[in-house]
């Protein structure tokens, strides 16, 4: 059966180690974008940006990141350092043939375009991040920080336990994704809603089931519920434990981002809001910037406002 939304079939690629299922869309001479997804979604998170992106002129490469979906899964925390993420990432731009490519990313694939763009500067045309920022290095181990901000319950703490997705997650993946899929909520009520909101294991063992608000639609949902139950939740949960040991490599290495860089924020983003990005600019030299009124799902919220800004800013450089 064909994926929904007129989304291409993925290809199987070998990269060095890893096979990357990797989905590919727009004409063969285009503007190669290299889109990374986040957690718990997959490659066809992009489904909303491709018809805009491909008929500007825009050759997309969109793999299930490493740990998720139809691509190798490791359950090895070093498989998540940065380093040999952004060495995986040059093995699968050296598969595809591709000498340079824009580097956008979303939630984890944010987190990991940022580094890529320091440590593959050589094979980076720009990067672009939809709501995760790069902030200034933490102080302290992030773990201990998140664990003393927003407690024992925090959804990131517990993910620490490799255990504990598949535990509450397993098996219930067609009440699991209309849950995490919801629109922001209203900035007016943050204060009330934290820390508890983040606590997304509990939050979900106590739901009653009914979401009328999702914002991915109803013909989508089913390719998270089918992938997740084949792959399971431990291996797309293993980059969050590998955060304290991306704060290790970032003390070591953290150069100046010296290519065109994109940051977008959503402003109802409870948890990467956009004044988690304040700063950046003197870490990045050539940074554009836009917010969109949209939570989290940024891509299923306003896609269109997302490809306005994607497009804006790759004609502005010249890079489109």
């Not at 949960?237 to 010296?258: G, N, S």
């Amino acid at each position: 059966m064909s994926l929904p939304l007129g989304f291409p079939e993925p290809q199987m690629v070998r990269a060095g180690d890893v096979d990357f299922s990797v989905h590919v869309a727009g004409p063969e001479d285009g503007l190669p974008l290299l889109m990374l997804h986040g957690w718990p979604e997959l490659a066809f998170s992009w489904a909303p940006l491709v018809p805009a992106l491909t008929k500007a002129g825009c050759r997309l490469y969109m793999p299930d990141i490493k740990g998720f979906g139809g691509s190798s899964k490791p359950t090895d925390v070093p498989e998540y350092h940065m380093e040999k993420i952004a060495q995986d990432y040059r093995a699968l731009l050296d598969a595809l043939d591709l000498e340079k490519a824009v580097v956008v990313g979303h939630d984890w694939g944010g987190a990991i375009a940022w580094p890529m763009s320091q440590r593959l500067a050589d094979r980076c045309l720009g990067v672009a991040s939809f709501c995760t920022p790069y902030p200034e290095i933490a102080p302290a181990p992030p773990l201990a920080i998140m664990k003393k901000r927003f407690g024992e319950r925090f959804y990131i703490i517990q993910f620490q336990d490799e255990e504990l997705p598949d535990r509450v997650f397993g098996g219930r993946e067609e009440e699991f994704f209309p849950f995490i899929f919801r629109p922001g909520p209203p900035r007016e009520t943050w204060g009330k809603l934290m820390p508890g909101v983040m606590a997304l294991p509990d939050r979900f063992a106590e739901s009653d089931g009914q979401y009328p608000d999702v914002v991915v639609p109803s013909e989508a949902l089913p390719v998270y519920v089918e992938a997740y139950r084949k792959s399971g939740h431990k291996a797309p949960t293993m980059v969050y434990r590998a955060i304290d040991l991306h704060w290790e490599e970032r003390k070591a290495f953290d150069p100046p981002i010296t290519v065109p860089a994109l940051m977008v924020t959503a402003s109802r983003d409870l948890m990467l809001p956009p004044e988690a990005s304040l700063g950046m600019e003197e870490r990045i030299a050539d940074l554009s910037r836009a917010e969109i009124d949209s939570g989290h799902w940024i891509m299923w919220e306003k896609p269109d406002e997302c490809t306005d800004a994607l497009l804006g800013w790759l004609k502005a450089k010249a890079l489109l």
